[in-house]
């Protein structure tokens, strides 16, 4: 069973997005903050599949937590989906510049085609590594 971290700060965002993945066949785990997201994957020996993050989160922004994600070794290939309601062109290219695997707006995207990104992006995840 493939890991999901969703990184995001808003309660009912984060069960929402949790009972969608789990339905889908992921073990969920979330962290409401950018700190608690980063000891999380420094502490674990399993790596998750994806990482969900949101832009705008209490003591590091994802920005922050993409730039720590990778420059760590350990961490780098992790694929990262930012998904979050700050969207500006300048956002999109400036988190895909700095490695994100896709830049999605919660609004514009529904729980199907949102299940199906993070799906290909695992797909291609796991053929890289095969």
Sequence with gaps: M???LIV???DFVSRTYSRIFS???YKVETAD????????LNKTDSLPAVVILD???P??????ILKNIKQDAKLKDIPTAV????????NEKEFLDLGADLFLVKVETNNKDLVKKINDLVERSN????
């Design 2 to 4: 493939n890991k999901i």
């Design 8 to 10: 995001e700060d808003d």
């Design 23 to 25: 339905v889908n066949g």
């Design 33 to 40: 903050n950018g700190l608690k997201a980063l000891e999380m």
């Design 55 to 57: 832009i705008n989160i």
């Design 59 to 64: 003591q590091m922004s994802g920005r922050e």
């Design 83 to 90: 998904l979050t309601n700050s969207f500006y062109k300048e």
């Design 127 to 130: 053929k890289k590594k095969s």
